[in-house]
């Protein structure tokens, strides 16, 4: 982001992992960079930095909160709650926080990427690639793209007059580089390479190639491809190479800015979940229009092991991520409380039938990539983003009706199931709603061995319908009647009252949780 402000920084990461506690300078002061304290080295002059506390405890900061502001500096940034946010307001600078447990080193690099790696104008961070490939085109003389480790092409040049194949038309029309055996073996020999290799045409038409990989450290981050004429320059293998070292910076700054707009967004759908967000704000930065949406919620299932749940979650939000992106384009989702949570365009569905076959698609993903089971539930359909929080809380009580007989559904397919859910947390909640004569039916049960609670609820359940009662009793209709008047003679309720036999069919139902059926 150019000229970085202090408001810049919070929109970017604000909220559970960065907490503002006082700015008196205001969010407009700049943000030049992240620094690390060090408690054996003089504090440089620093205008606009970020001091981090390392070795500081939080309540014991106030000394640093004053050197960083004689400092020049626009904040002081501790680990944990109890800051010295007095003493930072007397001396002018901005307090901030991290989570107690966060490392150091990752509140740094967060920090300094939100600082100096903002989103491009184009909104994905590989404006610059563009322009890298022009220049490789011409110093080399060929025409050139830019590629991820998946072969997906990340830019091209377009030089005029420089000689191009069908290869190279067809990669740029679908940005993604036509697959073939013999194109997979180049590729193995690209990245097994050094340095800069040359690939011969593959099939007639076609034309050679130099190719070189793009690496920062050990890890590969792409490659860059040149068509090769016939006319490179003399220098063209030191030109690509000096390319793909340029390449390799362009597309750590660019991963970096995806990750925080990412993250960004992220922070955006968890305020839209949580009624906490602007919509209208939060629709034009998520590059959401009017419309119906619906929230789909994602679980891992109570088999996975709990030291390894974390983790297995953050790879149910890349894989839930890239199933929404693969139907939906630029997708948001974001993991919450062990739930991955994606906001889902319902403009044009009909029933529900392309949410569901979504859900059931990334269950039967996860199950094979993750070997652990997964839950899927989908929230009603509302009529825009200021209901999102209702969607979400559908989602919710789904998810914890759902099991193994049934994975996926939609919280019209489980209607009862979660108004019985509901009516037992609401009734249980309120000592006027949990008590009356349920536990008298219950408590003579277990003194005397009768079974007139289960007889009571056959008989609800039946419509109070003697025959149909004794059906799911699997009794003779004479013995449930005569349970039903021993009921009313022993334990004192009456049954020719209609709203008693409402409330007692609910209670016996929700919170002595008892169904009609004859195998019980």
Known sequence: MDACTLGDLLDVIGGPSVRLHTAPAGLTSPVTEALLYDAHAPLPSAPGALLLAVGVRAAAAGPLARAAAEAGMTGLVVRGPGGPVAEAEAAGVALLSVDEDAAWHHAHLLLASAIGAGPSPAGNGLGDLFALADAVATAVGGATAVEDPRQRILAYSTIPGQAVDEDRRQGILGLQVPGSPANSEQYRVLFAARGVVRLPALGEGNLPRLAVAVRAGGETLGSLWVVDDGSPAEDAEQALAQGASTAALLLLRARAAQELARHQDGELLRRLLDGTAETGTAAHRLGLGEGPVRVGAFVLGSGTPAHDSERTSLRLLDLVRLQCEVRYGRHVCVLMDGVVYALLPAVGERGGARHRRLAEDIVARAGQALRVPVRAGLGEVVPGLADVRA???????????????????????????????RLTELLGERRELSAGSWRRVLAYDTEHGTDYARTLVCWFDAGCDMAGAAKLLAVHPNTCRYRLRQAQQHVGIDLDDPDERLVLWLQLRTLAGLRASASS
């Open 391 to 421: 969607s979400r809380d559908d989602a919710d009580l789904v998810l914890r009706v759902l099991g193994p007989e049934l994975p996926v559904a939609a919280v019209d397919e489980v209607r009862p199931r979660v108004t019985l859910l």
